[in-house]
């Protein structure tokens, strides 16, 4: 296989966006998934609906492998970490970039590529995949303006990078791999943490319990700063405020739907960076209970 393919492992939400924006721009994609998805993918393609980039529909190829020698982005879950791993064990590929939440995922990922480039990134924005497993195309579906992708300074010149930069998504550098992972897990953490403790709207969620709140975003912000990501509880606290009031997660959904999705990858990780610092949070631990016990039961709070 030629160097210029891009492989796009995981045809989700986030996935499936990225592959279609980077086919829509010209480049040779093929998306990887496991053999449900990739003959639905293979036989329908994905419909695209964005607010600011317009609507199209994307005939991607699948595969259930990784080609070999591919420049390939990871846009799994954090339960599918592993799993891509395999995927990429042995296939030789050029150059890895992840999108995923949290920070254990790249140890995952390198130990399963010795001497391969392997980048931590973000990418924010909302959006949303349905229809996937059924009949005819999936849907994925980006709602508002917000597209943003955030790369280590010292991945600005990557190939996979320059090919993003082809597509609608914004493209920025943000600092140290460090850097970037918690520049989104600092606002990313409280906002997917309370809205799937209380089963409601960021809004709403900070308000319910103030001293909660409070502790909660001290924590993570102390995390943070330990961590070279100087922030203050206030500081997330004005970034929280700034979303859309109904504004959701999908570990809230996940949460609801009686599994625990990236609870772990998310508020575990805080919470196992933070002890690493010597950092105590049992507010962010009595929360961590909190949704776990709402998973086990696949209830709503009273």
Not at 21 to 38: F, I, N, S
Not at 170 to 192: D, H, I, N, Y
Not at 224 to 248: C, K, N, Q
């Amino acid at each position: 296989m030629t160097d210029n393919l891009i492989a796009v492992i995981g045809p989700g939400a986030i996935g499936g966006l990225v592959a279609a924006m980077l086919q829509q721009a010209g480049h040779d994609v093929v998306v990887v998934a496991r053999e449900k998805t990739a003959r639905q993918v293979t036989e329908h393609g994905l419909d695209v609906e964005t607010d600011k980039f317009g609507t199209w529909h994307a005939p991607l190829r699948a595969a259930t492998e990784v080609p070999h020698g591919a420049r390939v982005v990871v846009a799994v879950k954090a339960e599918g970490v592993a799993d891509a791993a395999a995927l990429l064990a042995g296939t030789a590929p050029v150059e890895v970039l992840s999108l995923l939440n949290g920070l254990d995922h790249l140890d995952v990922l390198r130990s399963a590529l010795p001497g391969v480039r392997v980048v931590g990134a973000t990418i924010a924005g909302e959006t949303l995949r349905t229809g996937a497993g059924g009949f005819g195309p999936a849907l994925v579906r980006h709602r508002g303006t917000l597209l943003r992708a955030v790369v280590p300074d010292d991945a600005a010149e990557l190939g996979l990078v320059a090919a993003l930069r082809d597509t609608p998504i914004e493209v920025l550098t943000g600092g140290t791999e460090t850097e970037v992972l918690w520049k989104k897990l600092r606002f990313l953490a409280p906002l997917a943490l309370l809205t799937s403790a209380w089963g409601t709207g960021i809004g709403d969620a900070l308000t319910r319990d103030p001293d909660l709140t409070t502790g909660l975003l001290a924590e993570i912000a102390a995390t943070a700063t330990a961590e070279g990501v100087p922030t203050t509880g206030e500081d997330l606290r004005g970034i929280l405020s700034g979303f859309p009031a109904p504004m959701r997660s999908s570990l809230q959904a996940d949460i609801e739907a009686g599994h625990e999705g990236e609870l772990d990858a998310i508020g575990g990780a805080v919470r196992r960076r933070a002890a690493s610092h010597g950092i105590p949070t049992p507010i962010l631990d009595d929360v961590i209970g909190r949704i776990e016990t709402r998973a086990a039961a696949g209830a709503h709070p009273a």
